[in-house]
């Protein structure tokens, strides 16, 4: 049984899915959690969504993450580029290299 399930919230494209996430938490913290989710009119649910949500747009424009993003990406092409390396080098012939390797067990 899969955790997605196609979205009905209407704050979502049509394209988004919805998965189940577990939070642990302090029982004062939950209990806070409630009463402002009564007083905003939402589940419990849509009130960590919400807030969520707005985790991750404050997120997007914080420097720091920013900048540690940029490190990632470097990282992630760095690494992209030594993989694309080690496939040429293994199927790509050189001058040196025949086209067609010996495999083990083979004669000379």
């Known amino acids: 049984m899969s955790d997605v399930t196609p ?3 209407s704050s979502y494209s049509a394209g988004d899915s919805i998965r189940p996430l577990s939070v642990r938490m302090l029982d004062s913290s939950r209990v806070q959690l409630e009463v402002l989710a009564q007083l905003n ?3 419990v ?3 960590v969504r919400v807030a969520l949500e707005a ?3 404050k997120s997007k424009s914080d420097p720091k ?3 540690r993003a940029e490190q990632v990406r470097a990282d992630i092409e760095r690494e992209a580029a030594v993989r694309r390396g080690a496939i040429e080098a293994i199927f790509s012939p050189g001058p040196d290299k025949p086209a067609r390797g010996r495999g083990k067990g083979t004669d000379e």
């Open 41 to 43: 009119g939402r589940s």
């Open 65 to 67: 993450v920013q900048a």
């Open 7 to 9: 979205s009905s919230a």
């Open 45 to 47: 649910t849509e009130e």
């Open 55 to 57: 985790w991750i747009e």
